[in-house]
């Protein structure tokens, strides 16, 4: 007798379940790819363990080469279907057709627990929507996307994930000749807004409702029922962005490119390309070497994500209400309600930031008071609140100040009106305020030694540092640092 689950787990040791509903959809949704044959011989560089066995994969099964062929795209797993996404875009708030240039979805694997994950490459090789790039990626920018897509996991933040990162063996050349690299992402699905400006840009009316039937079964199933369900979705996704976008705030990340591409209807972070963490708080901040204007700087995202989500309304009119001067009227009702979600979802955030259980009227004005200090006086976004959070009265010049006193005092009055016990109160804001971000100057530092040197040990840190962000030790007390000197820094997508 055979042993048909032995065969199947024969042929299959690392565990891979896909069920490729997206390429069921229908064609004008995406293009049949593959990932280009290499001559070079790709490399592991990382692989994510922990999230693999979450996925119920074992990669501990396969040796190195094989790990690295895998991941390189040169020997595909079983059931999976290879496609290109289209999508379209705004970016930087100019309207462009883009779709996956250089990215590459195998399909989605059902995890042990039954949800269905996107598993994608980056940087695999050119597909239909290339355009003019070379559909190839370079190992500094996957190994960032992989530092702080599982730093943003770390911190609680919804976000894709990151599976591994091999090298190809082959140059990509940028400003200068780089090491190619390949990214393995896991996400809830790559669905944007850009997706649905595609179908919108075509007045693609009948796969517009197919898209959006999909996307509500997958992400807000219990919406299908509902007699309004698009506009059910519609509240849904931007309920998701305005937690989301909150998040990013309450921890100072500035995404860099928040493109309606770049935006998942999910409500994971995706796309992590010039992105960084806050270090002096500065409502203007901008890494971004591209974004002149600072329209995707840190104070500007929750406005961003608004207008995001009005291009997202736009595509869905027609399926709002038959005429399109009613759909629009729901439309802007529904948006108009985002300000005040945002706000709530914020000062809920920061509330908890600062120990506050209860909501009382001035808390707001408190912690205006707070951020305005902490403006004039440059101080790190990440520290203060973490030195807010040590039970005593935080040490160092900066807080001689006497307006961080009168501020200080203010609080303590406040924290008193709180009933659970003051220790409690504390250790509940080491809970929500980090102790370790993925410091600019840590990131790349990191990535020097990795690209430059081959040495990894510096990453392999700073990921242990990551993954406990609301925990101090010794040994990580140096990833708390803020950078010393300068903080102009300057972050490069596209790369
Ligand atoms: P991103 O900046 O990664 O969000 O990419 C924006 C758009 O440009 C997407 O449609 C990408 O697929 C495309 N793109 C970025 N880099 C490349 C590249 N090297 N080759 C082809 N397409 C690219
Ligand atoms: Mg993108």
Known sequence: MVNLEAVVADQNPVGWRFDNTYSRLPEALFAPAKPAALVGSPRVVILNHRLADELGLDLGVMSSEAAATLFAGQDLPSGSQPIAQAYAGHQYGGFTMLGDGRAILLGEHRTPSGQLVDIQFKGSGRTQFSRRGDGRAALGPMLREYIISEAMYALGIPTTRSLAVVTTGEPVYRETRLQGAILTRVAASHIRVGTFEYLAAKQDESNLRVLADYTINRHYPELAVSPHRYLEFFR?????????????????????????????????????????????????????????????????????????????????????????????????????????????????????????????????????????????????????????????????????????????????????????????????????????????????????????????????????????????SPDFAKYQEPPSGDDSYRTFCGT
């Not at 931007?238 to 928040?258: N, P, S, T, Y």
């Not at 329209?295 to 961003?304: D, E, F, L, S, T």
């Not at 399109?324 to 809920?348: D, M, R, S």
């Not at 009933?419 to 993925?438: E, F, G, K």
């Open 236 to 472: 849904a996704v931007m309920d998701h962005q305005a937690a989301l976008i909150a998040r990013w705030q309450l921890v100072g990340f500035i995404h860099g490119v928040m493109n309606t591409d770049n935006m998942a209807i999910s409500g994971e972070s995706i796309d992590y390309g010039p992105c960084a963490f806050m270090n002096a708080y500065r409502p203007d901040t901008v890494f971004s070497s591209i974004d002149h204007a600072g329209r995707y700087a840190y104070g500007n995202q929750p406005a961003i994500a608004q207008w995001n989500l009005a291009r997202f309304a736009e595509t869905l009119l027609p399926l709002l209400a038959p005429q399109q001067a009613e759909a629009v009227a729901i439309a802007t009702e529904a948006l108009g309600q985002y300000p005040t979600l945002f706000e709530q979802y914020w000062l809920t955030g920061m509330r908890a930031k600062l120990g506050l259980q209860t909501a009382e009227p001035g808390d707001l004005e408190l912690v205006q008071s707070l951020l305005t200090w902490m403006q004039k006086s440059q101080s790190d976004f990440t520290n203060t609140f973490r030195d807010l959070s040590e039970a005593k009265s935080p040490p160092g010049n900066r807080y001689q100040d006497p307006d961080f006193q009168a501020w200080y005092a203010d609080w303590q009055r406040r924290l008193s009106h709180e009933t659970q016990p003051i220790a409690l109160t504390y250790a509940a804001m080491r809970s929500v305020n980090p102790a370790i971000i993925p410091r600019n100057h840590r990131v790349e530092e990191a990535l020097a030694a990795a690209e430059n040197h081959n040495d990894l040990s510096l990453l392999h840190r700073l990921l242990a540092a990551l993954a406990t962000p609301y925990e101090t």
